[in-house]
T-cell receptor, first 111, second 115 residues
Framework: QKEVEQNSGPLSVPEGAIASLNCTYS??????FFWYRQYSGKSPELIMS????GDKEDGRFTAQLNKASQYVSLLIRDSQPSDSATYLC???????????FGGGTRVLVKP | ETGVTQTPRHLVMGMTNKKSLKCEQH?????MYWYKQSAKKPLELMFV???????ENNSVPSRFSPECPNSSHLFLHLHTLQPEDSALYLC??????????????FGQGTRLTVV
């Protein structure tokens, strides 16, 4: 079982719609969860961090964490073509500074 | 000035060459990382340095040799690489907090091509 799993996509959404991305992780002791956005040929850019169960909103982005079910999700509201990118879920495992990434979900926002 | 700076941005090297990648962070972090990103593969953690000590080595071949002389600088020394080592090499830094991790910030990456 992979430590951090994401659907590779592509997830195709019309402009203005909500994009919903999911991520599951295997280490039940994980404490910190992050979403990064990576444009083609560029390095990952942190867009959200979440540490406790529930929702966290920042602009058009909402991160949701459910530690009991070991999943974290990202919602992108009012999707724009500029949101087209690969979104990486990252989990900091309980022991040490090991930030483990999922394979990423490619999102395509169509005008 | 960007928080994490990597040089060079692009590197082409032969299999018998020796080269080094450099990373510098200006964020006051005390943990630094090397990641490898190959085409159509997830990010692979290579090395972690926390408080200038190597705390993680993910079974990386010895042709990759990291060096962390202080909390702001990280190097990756390369020698006798193989074509399959061609990839985007990313440096990142974060605060090192026992128990709960902190978010990592990435440099722009070095696109390495081994010929």
């Amino acid at each position: 079982q992979k430590e951090v799993e994401q659907n590779s996509g592509p997830l195709s959404v019309p402009e203005g719609a909500i994009a919903s991305l999911n991520c599951t992780y295997s280490d039940r002791g994980s404490q910190s969860f992050f979403w990064y956005r990576q444009y083609s040929g560029k390095s990952p850019e942190l867009i959200m961090s979440i540490y406790s169960n529930g929702d966290k909103e920042d602009g058009r982005f909402t991160a949701q964490l459910n530690k009991a079910s070991q999943y974290v999700s990202l919602l992108i509201r009012d999707s724009q073509p500029s949101d087209s990118a690969t979104y990486l879920c990252a989990v900091n495992q309980a022991a040490g500074n090991k930030l483990t990434f999922g394979g990423g979900t490619r999102v395509l926002v169509k005008p | 000035e960007t928080g994490v700076t990597q040089t060079p941005r692009h590197l082409v090297m032969g299999m018998t060459n020796k080269k080094s990648l450099k990373c510098e962070q200006h964020l006051g972090h005390n943990a630094m990382y090397w990641y490898k990103q190959s085409a159509k593969k997830p990010l692979e953690l290579m090395f972690v340095y926390s408080l200038e000590e190597r705390v993680e080595n993910n079974s990386v071949p010895s042709r990759f040799s990291p060096e962390c002389p202080n909390s702001s600088h990280l190097f990756l020394h390369l020698h006798t690489l193989q074509p399959e080592d061609s990839a985007l090499y990313l440096c990142a830094s974060s605060h090192s907090r026992p128990g709960t991790g902190a978010e990592a910030f990435f440099g722009q990456g070095t696109r390495l091509t081994v010929v």
